[in-house]
């Protein structure tokens, strides 16, 4: 009997594997397959050719506007998700268009390796080159000796660029921006090794009263542990 | 200061394998994203649009399968197979849902196989598009050379997603003869192409 059921159930498994059984079978079929080590090694032997059916239709170049439109949602979506709620900055959004990018590498990321860090870097260059037609302010910071640390402003919004910092493993720079006696924390980065590296502050220059750089933790922190390394003066 | 920044970035990004991609898809990069997309974009559309047959609906299934994708937090185990085998399952499964949709619409009988020339990409082929357009040569010439009986419920189940039953109601044959004809093409698919693919 139960030789007869493992001969129905290998006798379906191409059909299993095409999609084709019913729900109730194709459970059925999974409950079995779980428990049937010879099954197992047959539905990996021919799920390959399964896998292999998508290759043989004819290939087509989809159109450049599905690409597009693809991108725009999701560039929509992160800007809307990461933007703080009610602070009625929609209207500048459009003209933050290289924000979405800057801020497409979150957070979490940065700790994950110089890898990340070398992307932030290249998306902020990249951020910069594509917005030369704004008014930009040059501020020098009170750094650490033999370092050097610049905040490009550009109204509400700005880059950090720092030069000469020791790159450090184990912790990470974080940004924050003062605001009379409270701090807020604005970013996280890495420096490579010549110890460069650069921070995008998204917005909140307007009402700041200086800009600060700690090391903190790899993960960052809420509030500063440390204290501060870098101080521009807005 | 020369502006090294896009490039950076893409190469960075474009060295990653597709599975090192996923989780920063999951953390919302759309960078990464747009990367899996170029990847397999093509590869996606060219299938939806073989099972839905409309150029304007394969768009529409591609962009909700990545946007299904970017929204789920991509539920992609790597355990499970390669990220392109999961992202075009994705597809045929929203493609097969749009056709399950239009009720009574005639399922995707024809057992023509792509022979019509590959349209010539206005980009140079990478490495990897080019194995898998030669795999892509090779699979279908095996399929080429099986018998149209046993072609014909491979691409019903696959292609026009109609169960077992189904396909056996529209060729009008016993519901063992389809399990056999779809247990052969298979076996042959697999057993020709074992080496070298």
Same mark, same amino acid.
């Given at each position: ?10 006798d379906?498994?191409a ?7 019913t ?18 090694e ?9 896998? $292999? ?11 450049p ?10 560039r ?16 500048a ?5 290289w ?47 033999g370092?050097n ?5 550009d ?9 000469? $910092? ?8 974080e ?11 604005a970013?996280?980065?890495?420096v ?5 590296g ?7 220059l ?5 800009? $600060? ?9 809420e509030?500063p ?9 807005i | 200061?020369p ?14 394998a597709?599975?090192?991609l996923?989780?920063?898809v ?10 899996v997309?170029?990847r ?22 591609t962009q ?25 399952g ?10 399950r ?27 990897a ?24 419920v ?9 169960s077992?039953s ?11 003869t ?8 298979m ?11």
């Open positions: 009997m139960e030789h007869d059921d493992h001969t129905r159930f290998e379906d498994l059909a299993y594997l095409l999609d084709a059984l729900i109730e079978e194709a459970r059925e079929m999974q409950l079995h397959i779980e428990g049937c080590t010879r099954c197992q047959r539905a990996r032997w021919l799920q390959s050719s399964v896998e $292999l059916l998508p290759t043989a239709v004819e290939q087509l170049e989809p159109p506007e599905l690409r597009e439109r693809l991108m725009r949602t999701v929509a979506e992160v800007a809307e998700t990461r933007a703080p709620a009610g602070d009625g900055r929609k209207a959004r459009s003209r933050r268009g924000f979405a990018r800057l801020r497409a590498v979150p957070r979490p990321a940065l700790a994950l390796g110089a890898t990340l860090v070398a992307i932030a870097g290249g998306v902020i260059g990249y951020a910069l080159g594509h917005e030369s037609g704004q008014s930009t302010t040059t501020l020098q910071a009170q750094a650490p000796a370092a640390v610049t905040l490009e402003r109204g509400d919004q700005g880059i950090l660029r720092v030069s000469g $910092l020791p790159q450090r493993k184990d912790k990470i720079y940004v924050w921006i003062q605001r009379g006696k409270d701090v807020h924390p970013g996280l980065f890495q490579d090794t010549s110890g460069r650069a921070a995008a502050i998204p917005h909140g307007d009402d700041a009263s200086a800009v $600060l750089v700690s090391l903190e933790p790899p993960s960052g922190s509030q542990t440390t204290n501060p390394l870098v101080t521009v003066s | 200061m502006n090294q920044g896009p490039n950076v970035e893409v190469e960075a990004l474009q060295r990653l597709d599975e090192d996923m989780p920063l999951e953390r919302k990069d759309p960078a990464a994203f747009e990367i997309y170029d397999h974009g093509g590869a996606a559309y060219s299938l939806a649009y073989r099972i839905v047959g409309d150029r304007l609906v394969a768009e529409d299934v909700e399968a990545f946007l299904s994708v970017w929204r789920s937090g991509a539920r992609f185990d790597r355990a499970r197979g390669s990220v392109r085998t999961w992202l075009l994705v597809v045929r499964n929203r493609a097969i849902d749009v056709l949709r239009e009720a009574g619409r005639a399922p995707t009988v024809s057992i023509e196989l792509d022979t019509v020339p590959e349209q010539e990409s206005r980009f140079e082929p990478t490495d598009e080019a194995l898998r357009r030669e795999a892509g040569r090779e699979v279908r010439g095996v399929l080429a050379g099986l018998p149209e009986d046993q072609l014909k491979v691409q019903l189940a696959y292609f026009g997603g109609l077992h189904e396909i056996a109601e529209v060729l009008g044959m016993p519901l063992g389809v399990k056999g004809r779809m247990r052969l093409a076996e042959k698919l697999r057993a020709t192409l074992a080496e070298g693919v």
